[in-house]
Antibody, heavy 118, light 108 residues
Framework: QVQLQESGPGLVKPSGTLSLTCAVSGASFSSSNWWSWVRQSPGKGLEWIGEIYHNGNTNYNPSLESRVSISIDKSKRQFSLKVTSLTAADTAVYYC???????????WGQGILVTVSS | EIVLTQSPATLSLSPGERATLSCRASRTVASTFLAWYQQKPGLAPRLLIYDVFSRATGIPDRFSGSGSGTDFTLIISRLEPEDSAVYYCQQYSSSPITFGRGTRLEIK
């Protein structure tokens, strides 16, 4: 059974940097999988942030690309998200997920609420 | 980017009825790169349908997907109380991947 679990701070300051980690269990982490980050806010709904391949290749949403980076650590079976220059608009529930077929997402973490506030 | 418009915004039906949810794309979704998700309060989205037609693991055959080009449909037949949720469509035909704003299905 594939399981994903997000971790990180629930409160971050404006203009700061958000760092989240997604730990993966129950799945081969070195196989040909892409891993993704999605966020959800009342204002923007579900928003795809980006994805990373097991070899480190990445794709990002152009609307966030200048502020986002995704990395992977296969030895720890985890991948991570960094978002810089935070504003209140970045307040959202952040999900990590496994990419299935060409882009659908078949396994999701439970989500972590991140609030940007001073 | 491809904008997905879902309709209706809200749907209220009785158990045993059939629900028809629509997802319209602002331009052609190539191949069969469209999925549907179900989301209940406080939970992550759950994959129901991928590649337009294919049911994800464990999804009952009451859920079916169809469509092509710019018009896609999710049908839930024989509604059950636990089908009450918000349903989202997602396209992965072109970057960035985008989601619709959802249809809220209420079971009376």
């Amino acid at each position: 059974q594939v399981q994903l679990q997000e971790s990180g701070p629930g409160l971050v300051k404006p203009s700061g940097t958000l760092s989240l980690t997604c730990a993966v269990s129950g799945a081969s982490f070195s196989s040909s999988n892409w891993w993704s980050w999605v966020r959800q806010s009342p204002g923007k709904g579900l928003e795809w942030i980006g994805e990373i391949y097991h070899n480190g290749n990445t794709n990002y949403n152009p609307s966030l690309e200048s502020r986002v980076s995704i990395s992977i650590d296969k030895s720890k079976r985890q991948f991570s998200l960094k978002v810089t220059s935070l504003t209140a608009a970045d307040t959202a529930v952040y999900y990590c997920a496994r990419v299935f077929t060409a882009g659908s997402l078949d396994h999701w973490g439970q989500g972590i609420l991140v609030t940007v506030s001073s | 980017e491809i904008v997905l418009t879902q309709s209706p915004a809200t749907l209220s039906l009785s158990p045993g009825e059939r629900a028809t949810l629509s997802c319209r794309a602002s331009r052609t979704v190539a191949s069969t790169f469209l999925a549907w998700y179900q989301q209940k309060p406080g939970l992550a989205p759950r994959l129901l349908i991928y590649d337009v037609f294919s049911r994800a693991t464990g999804i009952p055959d009451r859920f079916s997907g169809s469509g092509s080009g710019t018009d896609f449909t999710l049908i839930i037949s024989r509604l059950e109380p636990e089908d009450s949720a918000v349903y989202y469509c997602q396209q992965y035909s072109s970057s960035p991947i985008t989601f619709g704003r959802g249809t809220r299905l209420e079971i009376k």
